[in-house]
Structures are given as C-alpha cells and as structure tokens.
C-alpha cells in the first residue's frame, strides 16, 4: 500500500511537524488543514489530504488542552486518516472514518505523555542538587525528544502494522459500517462546534449566532464574508467599551469561564 | 550582585532566553510540576549569566523555579522576560518575588490568553482554514500561517515588554483586554452560527406522503428552518455536554455508534 519512501516521508513531515509545534512555532490554528495538505501532496493526492484535514481541523476546534486538560488527538488522526483514504484508494469517508478513530484513542498519548514528564523532572531536579546545571539543561532537552518520539510512534507503527490488515479490514468493510461512519463524519464537526459553545458565554451574545446562521443558512454566505462582518460589529464594541470601561463587565462574562445554560 | 538593570537586553543570553519563552511548554510537560521544567530552561540562559559563578545560589534559585508552574503558552514570555528583570536585580529575596509574581499571574493569564489565543482565536481562524480546506483551497491555511508569523514577534515583543516594563502592562489594561476578548467573542460565535448550517451534515432517507406526492423528511424540515437537522443535532449535543454524563471521548463515540446504528436501520 505505502512504499518505503512513502513511510519514510510521512515520518519525516509528522516529526518536523511534531518539533515545530510543540516549540509552538506552529500555533494551533489550521495545523491540521496543514498536515492533511502535505501528507497528501507526498501520497499523490493533496485535494484529498486537503479535505480530510479541513474536516479534522472543524473537529479538534473546540478540543483545548485548557489547564493541562487532554484533549482527543486530532492531528495524529489527520496524518493516518490521510494516508489510509489515499493508501486504500478508499477515499476521505473511509480516511476520516480512521482518522477519528486513532485521534479519538489518541487522547492516551498525551495522558502517556505528561506521565513519562514527571520521570524526567525527577532526574532534572536530580541532577540541580548535585549543582550540574548542564546536567538539568540535558535533561530537559531529553524530555522534550521523548515526547516527539512518543508521539511520533503510534503513526510510526500505524504506518507499518496497518500496511496489510488496514487492507484488509478496510477491503471487507460491510457497506453499512463505511456508511456508518461517514455519517459520523458529517456530524462529529457538531461535536466540536458544541464544545466551543460550552466554552464561550453564549447567554448574553446569543444574537450573534443567529446572525451568522442567517448569513449561511439563507443568504449562502462564505465563513470568511461572516467573519468579516462580525469583525465589523467586533471593532464597533470594542470602541464602545474603550469608550465606557465601567460597561466592560455587563457584556458578557469572562471567556474562558463556563457559561451554564 | 552590581548588574545595572537594563543591561542584559540585546545580549546573547537574553535573546536565547526569548526564543526560549516561546518554546518553553512541551519542554517541560508533567503531571507533577506541568510547564516548570519549561520554565527552568527558558530562565538558564539569564540565570548561569547572572549567577553562574555562584552554584549553590543558583542551585536554590533553580529549585525554587521548578515549583507548579502552568499558564497561557503564549503569554508566558511576559511572565519570562519579568522574571529576568527581577532576576537581574540581584538583590537577596528577588526569587522569592518573582515567583510570587509568577504564581500571582500565571491563573489570570491562562484564563486570558486560553480565551483569547485558543478558545476564539481556533474558533474564527480555524474554522476558516477548515472551511475553505474542504472547499478544496489552502487559503485559509495561508491566513494562519500568516497569524503564526505575527505571533512569533507578539511574543518576543511580550518578552520586552515583561522586561521593562514588568506584567503592570497587562494586569493594568484588564479593561481593554476584556472588551478586545469580548470583541474577539463576538466574531467566534458569528462564525460558529455560520459553520453550524455550512459544515454539519446529516440527512435522512425518509419520506412520507402527503396528499398524492411523496416528499422526503428533510425537504418538509428544511422549509421550516435550512439546515433544520444540523441545528437540531448541534443543539442535542450542546444540552448533552451540559450533563454529567457525557464526556467529550463519550459524545464522539456516542455520535459513531449512534450513526452506524442510523445506517444498520437505513434510516440515514
């Protein structure tokens, strides 16, 4: 299914992408439309990784790793679901059928991940009593290779393993559960979309999402002409709250707080 | 210590500490102490220039860093760069401010930046990558690779700010920074409320009769309200969330057996 240079490739792309955003050169905005549009560059098929990314990205929005929390691991689904819809010649329902799967079971790597953490800070705090400053530095530096090796090898591993029995399962998929998950496809974004609901105050700007359902729903617009509009009404606020600070609190409560009901 | 404050700025070790404040969390990551390993590595650079020579002082200060740390990666570099001011200070208990310093602020600026950088900020920016993604364009991707660059020089300038002029710039702008995450608010929820009809999907295969034509259920629904399916399952799962049962892991397999359910039927 995946030739050696493929593998090696797809390996290449995740590790690198793995060290720039975990140094957070890489923001958390669009990471996975990226590794979902190289991936399938390399496999032949960018509109395809195109694709499964964007439905990857709509999912994992709402997923913030908020106050050390773990979240589903979305961009490790992204790489795999990409190569399994172009490997399998199965297309984007069957990758994104995968790919939420393996992010979805993916949260343990992380949990996985800041357990192996606390191992190093030991040999870190370790090594600070013993005054060998360079020791701690090394250590650090160890640790952050062991977590873009931890999360490197599941795909690693998914790449390898899944060559022959991806095939196959995928092959002897009964129509239904292929349909299944398809469907599942396109109604796991509402997922994400809820999430970020719950997380923003959405008792006292309730209007706002009416205004952009409008927008789309009847009037066909683009997200992006949405945006655009909303960022209109956005600096009109702002200016009316820089204008009146007393008012700022009446607004709404402060973002990141839950707001019930 | 006879450092004049101020003159560690544009020295290598300043700007290593800087790009370092940017990088800090996964350096770190832990159940025990989270982001402080990040931390103490983002602070060495500053701290072997300034205490190098005296290992058991730095040993202390070290020990002291390694604490629970856990704040806003992106508005760490503030915290950093006021650290090395005070670091840089030299006098006896300057450790012993900045971290309370740094405890003071890390709970405020995480709630700040997470609703800012990551709860709206993924909301408007991300959402308009995938969206245009699956329109089958790279445009959005190239409009947050854009942002990545702009916060790339937000944060070094964060880290300058920290250092001259101390987290007073922050904690006394609370207004202004409340009003621009409310502003920021207004455009996420805009865009939530447009990407609810344009990217959830759902259709059903059922019809009924009605007078001598059959008409499918989705048609009849979508006349009442477009997109009346998506809507409504956004809703159940927004009210689902509100629960104690349903985890997030659960909704999604909740929604995965639900729909292959849905497909055993044939009703979708």
Redesign the interface.
Known sequence: MFSVLQIILIMLIWIIYQILS?????????????I??ITGAVLGDP?TG??V??????M?????P???SS??DYYTGCIVGVAFAIGTHQGMDVGIAVG??VG?LG?QIDVF??????Y??HK??EA??K?D?KG??TW??R??AA?IALTALPVFLVLILGNGVMQTIVNNMPV??T???S??G??????G??????????KS?FQ???????????LQ????A??L???V???V??QN??KS?AA??A??S????QD?? | MTNKAGSLKGTKEYKESKIRSIMYQSFGMNYESMQAPGFVWNMAPILNKLYGDKPEVLRDKNREYFKFYNTNPLLNPMIAGFTASVEETGIENCTESALAMRTGLMGPFAGLGDSLFFITGRTVFGSIAGYMAIKGSPVGLFICMLLWVALWFLRCWFYDVGYTQGTSFITERTNELRALTNAAIIIGLAVVGAMIPSMVSFTTKLTFQMQDASATLDGFLNTILPSFLPVLITFLIYKGLGTKTFTTTKMIWTVIVVCILLSIVGIA
């Open positions: 975990n140094m957070f050169i890489f923001c958390p905005y669009g990471t996975a439309v990226l979902g549009w509109t195109l694709l990314g964007g439905t990857m990205e709509l994992s929005i709402g997923m913030n908020l106050g050390g979240v589903p939420i799967t979805t949260v991940n800041k357990m192996i953490g606390t190093f800070a870190e705090i600070n009593e005054m400053f701690v530095e650090i530096v640790r952050f977590c239904w559960l349909h299944g998950l469907l599942a396109g109604v796991l974004p509402a997922v979309f809820a999430i970020l609901l719950r997380s923003l105050p959405i700007n706002y999402i009416i205004f952009g359902y409008v927008l789309a729903a009847y617009q683009p997200v992006l949405v945006a509009l909303a960022l009404i956005a600096i606020y702002y709250q820089i600070p700022v609190t607004g709404s402060n973002g990141g707080v019930d009901e």
